[in-house]
């Protein structure tokens, strides 16, 4: 099946000799290594075809390591039935002492794949198998071959798994008609083999890599993609009887793709529901903005996001007078209906949107193809190179604001069939994305001090609020006020609280509340040492030898906190904070403390104007936080100058 290699089970190739002892050591945390992680992709062109013949020929050989591999008895090999076919699979099982068994045709079954959540739904299967026994010294070898269908969803190849890898190999066989494109992703750093052969009319080509370790999960940081070594393949153009066919590869292909799957929505005929309902949303309302809003407003409330990825139906929208009688829809579906309810309001420049968010690290402008794009948004020109964002999924986001995972990603807008545009979202600035915090207390000789506080929220900060003040009630909600006001800290008590712009999502949040604090101030004697702080900026810390990846962040943004805190007559300060600030490229801090006719006023203000933080600049990161966190732990120290 793969070059190089002959089945297993023809018995034409002896087996690679390992030594299971050396694997141990060499991979003590491992629950199993990978002896051959392979494949072999062919793309020849038939006599007659239309379309290139691409078969994908998989080999893994596995060796178990551990005793705890006797649970791991079930597997699967994941199938797209409307992108490829399964056309042959193998399993055989090897045990310590040598002696195999192979897996029998009837051991396989395909289920539905599991949902990766309640509003994803897709046509992925999984073809399970038994391998009946494993254990230490176990090894299973799967082969198995596919037929990929379209040949414009041509994908990738990942170089890691799960499990360490021994050696890893990707080869591809290609019809010198066939003009294809490579993309190398995070392959620098790595000792790839490659090779480069043409016989006659078939070029092979192909890389190796050694000694991968397991994919690990990263918690905090972003998407495997942006940094595990793999390979992204395209067909660019095939040469038929001297005509060039194009296929892919550049942004006007991309679009043509797409531009396809809009003529394959059902045909529109029964408007006269979203029409109607149109007229009555923008009664009275006449300027451009308010329909806008309006009619966002309503597709954001009123049809229920459930995410569609069965084949084709992840890629056509459905008709829009379905969407409104069936009240749910994807982005595709809401982006399409926002588009239509739009026009007929007049808003003419509306259109529909493919954009890749941050989980996918290629940009269109850079790999045209369907997997550097996973959503699809509605945008409205405000002119002067600029849009209206209406991201329906959501029901939280604004409109002026592009949707936080769509920063520094390009928008391929589709004007018509042929004409488009590739739009690079900026990040959002600091000074749009804010918390801000007023605190107001009186220090006095008693247990218990009360206060009173107003925070703001504004652009994506208030989103996740936001969300949790719409869908949480009671108790609940009074323990979620808590939280996000009093950070959480017992010592205080919330005693009343108002919501203000909760639903009027172009304005700042507003929480006004009162509360209460026992033991804020330490008494020694004549003195009274009190930390001004009472809730404090919360900034991580990072090491390269806990990371050594980039630390992903969701937005820009600006925290302020300003304290006005009344001091008791009879007495003065004896100590008093030391202002502080940091100012560098992207972090800033700055903390200051001074008094005003008895008030102590405090304002600690931090920004951060990136949206990663690479481990290069973890040392500039941690200078800030320490320069902030030493700030936040000052204390004033009053001295008593009278008794009343």
Request: one cysteine or more; aromatic letters at 12%.
């Amino acid at each position: 099946m793969l070059v190089g290699y002959s089945s297993l089970a023809s018995g034409k190739k002896e087996l690679p000799v390992y030594d299971l002892e050396s694997l141990k050591k060499k991979y003590p945390d491992d629950l199993a290594v990978y002896l051959r992680h392979e494949e072999l992709v062919t793309i020849l062109l038939p006599n007659g075809a239309t379309n290139p013949d691409i078969v994908k020929s998989t080999t893994h050989e596995i060796l178990y390591l551990k005793p705890a591999s006797r649970f791991y008895t079930t597997q699967y090999v994941g199938l797209e039935e409307y992108f490829e076919d399964l056309i042959s699979i193998e399993v055989t099982i090897i045990r310590p002492d040598g002696k195999s068994f192979k897996l029998d045709q009837t051991e396989f079954s395909v289920v539905d794949s599991e949902p990766e959540s309640w509003v994803f739904h897709d046509n992925g299967k999984n073809v399970v198998f038994d391998t009946r026994e494993m254990g230490e010294g176990y090894r299973m070898v799967l082969n198995y071959t596919k037929r990929v269908k379209h040949p414009e969803f041509f994908d990738m190849y990942f170089f890691v798994s799960n499990f360490p890898i021994e050696k890893s190999v990707l080869k591809i066989v290609y019809d010198s008609d066939i003009e294809l494109k490579f993309h190398e992703m995070n392959l620098n750093s790595r000792n790839v083999k490659t090779d480069a052969q043409t016989t006659g009319p078939v070029t092979l080509r192909s890389w190796t890599v050694e000694s991968i370790e397991a994919y690990k999960t990263d918690e905090g940081g972003f998407n495997m993609r942006y940094y595990v070594p793999h390979m992204l393949m395209q067909i660019v153009s095939m040469n038929r009887n001297g005509q060039k066919i194009n296929v892919g590869g550049t942004p006007e292909q991309l679009h043509n793709l797409f531009a396809g799957f809009l003529k394959l929505r059902q045909p529109e005929t029964e408007m006269d529901q979203v029409n109607s309902l149109t007229n009555d949303l923008i009664l009275n309302k006449s300027s451009d903005i308010e329909k806008i809003d309006t009619i966002f407003r309503w597709v954001q409330s009123n049809i229920k996001y459930i995410a569609f990825e069965d084949g084709i139906n992840g890629y056509v929208p459905r008709s829009c007078s379905s969407v409104m009688k069936n009240r749910y829809g994807d982005c595709k579906d809401m982006s399409a209906l926002l588009v239509e309810m739009l026009r007929h309001a007049g808003i003419e420049e509306s259109y529909m949107a493919w954009v890749g968010t941050r989980d996918v690290p290629y940009k269109m402008g850079e790999f045209p193809s369907p997997i550097s794009c996973n959503h699809v948004i509605c945008v409205v020109s405000r002119g002067e190179n600029s849009y209206y964002y209406l991201d329906a999924t959501s029901s939280e986001t604004g409109y002026i604001l592009p949707p936080h995972n769509l920063q520094q990603k390009d928008l391929l807008i589709h004007f018509n069939d042929e004409k488009f545009e590739l739009f690079d979202v900026p990040a959002v600035s600091p000074d749009s994305n804010f918390i801000r915090t007023k605190i107001q207390f009186t220090v006095n000789d008693h247990d218990s001090i009360f206060g009173t506080g107003t925070d703001f929220y504004g652009g994506y900060e208030r989103e996740d609020i936001s969300y949790s003040l719409s869908n949480i009630q009671g108790e609940d909600l009074d323990l979620y006020v808590s939280e996000i006001a009093l950070g959480g800290q017992n010592r205080f008590n919330l005693k009343t609280y108002e919501i203000s712009n909760l639903h009027n999502k172009n304005s700042d949040l507003q929480l006004d509340y009162t509360f209460s604090v026992d033991n804020l101030c330490i008494k020694d004697g004549n003195s009274i040492i009190i930390n001004p702080a009472l809730f404090k900026p919360r900034i991580s810390k990072y090491s390269v030898e806990e990371f050594d990846l980039p630390r992903f962040k969701k937005n820009c943004r600006t925290i302020e906190y300003i304290y006005e805190i009344t001091l008791p007559a009879g007495y003065q300060v004896k100590s008093f904070p030391e202002n502080m600030n940091f100012s560098g490229l992207d972090f800033n801090f700055d903390g200051t403390f001074h008094i005003e006719n008895n008030i102590v006023k405090v304002s600690l203000i931090y920004s951060h104007n990136l949206l990663s933080i690479i481990p290069g600049r973890f040392d500039e990161w941690n200078e800030f936080s320490r320069v902030v966190n030493k700030a936040t732990i000052q204390n004033i120290v009053l001295e008593k100058l009278y008794d009343k």
